[in-house]
């Protein structure tokens, strides 16, 4: 089975403060993603990656920045947190384009508040 | 650009069948998925299909796409209370990394 793990459930930070979020995927997958969901509007890509050190922005990078130093680990990083950062983040991870179906697998995910 | 839409809200009685729907904008689109989130975890690929099929049927679960009307949906046969979650209609084309989802359904499953 695949497992995507996120490191904190629930999280509370103040405006300002710098934010990291963590994930790990123990299949070997190449890419990886970063979400936010919000009521009413679905998930929102973030940032995603499909190699070492290698990043693409997705439709909402703004205020954000993400690291994968090591294939299996995936950052995200809130430089300076803000309200309206409030939210869930979820985390995904995909094995490769060639597979046919790409099919991506998701983390528990991150509800973070920032007060 | 690509749009995918879903309604917000169904309710269903235990026993009955749920059709979720979805509509979707990009004609490249190859695959279509659902996935399942149940309170306070991710998301859970249920089932997907493939643009040159017109149906798939997996246990309780039948997808139906229409290609001309860019129309998916999701029954659930039999409902259960376990079936209460919000489900997703995401769309890929084929040469591309990003999916696209809707906003979810949430299913309520009355007893």
Redesign the interface.
């Given at each position: 089975d695949v497992k995507?793990t996120q490191s904190s459930?629930y999280l509370v930070k103040r405006t300002g403060e710098k934010v990291f979020l963590e994930c790990v995927q123990d299949m070997d997958h190449e890419?990886m993603?970063w979400?936010r969901q919000d009521p009413?509007?679905?998930?929102?890509?973030i940032y995603?990656s499909?190699d070492v050190k290698m990043k693409e922005k997705?439709d909402i990078p703004e205020g954000y920045s993400v690291s994968r130093e090591k294939k299996e680990r995936f950052s995200l990083i809130l430089e300076s947190a803000s309200t309206n950062q409030t939210s869930m983040y979820?985390c995904?991870s995909?094995l490769d384009?060639e597979d046919s179906?790409?099919?991506?697998?998701?983390?528990?995910?991150t509800r973070l508040t920032v007060l | 650009g690509e749009d995918?839409e879903q309604s917000?809200f169904l309710s269903v009685r235990e026993g009955d069948s749920s059709v979720i729907n979805c509509t979707y904008t990009d004609s490249s689109s190859t695959?279509l998925?659902w996935?399942k989130q149940e309170p306070?975890?991710?998301?859970?690929?249920l089932t997907?299909i493939f643009s040159n099929m017109d149906m798939k049927q997996d246990q309780r679960l039948t997808v139906l796409l229409n290609k001309k009307d860019k129309h998916l949906s999701l029954r659930i046969a039999d409902t259960q209370t376990g079936d209460s979650a919000i489900y997703?209609c995401a769309e890929?084309e084929d040469?591309s990394?990003?999916?696209i989802?809707?906003?979810?359904t949430r299913l309520l499953v009355r007893p």
């Open positions: 995507v459930r890419n993603f979400y009413g509007l679905g998930l929102r890509l995603f499909y997705g979820l995904a995909s384009q179906t790409d099919t991506q697998y998701f983390g528990p995910g | 995918v917000l695959y998925y996935y306070g975890a991710g998301l859970q690929l997907y997703f890929k040469s990394y990003k999916l989802f809707g906003s979810g």
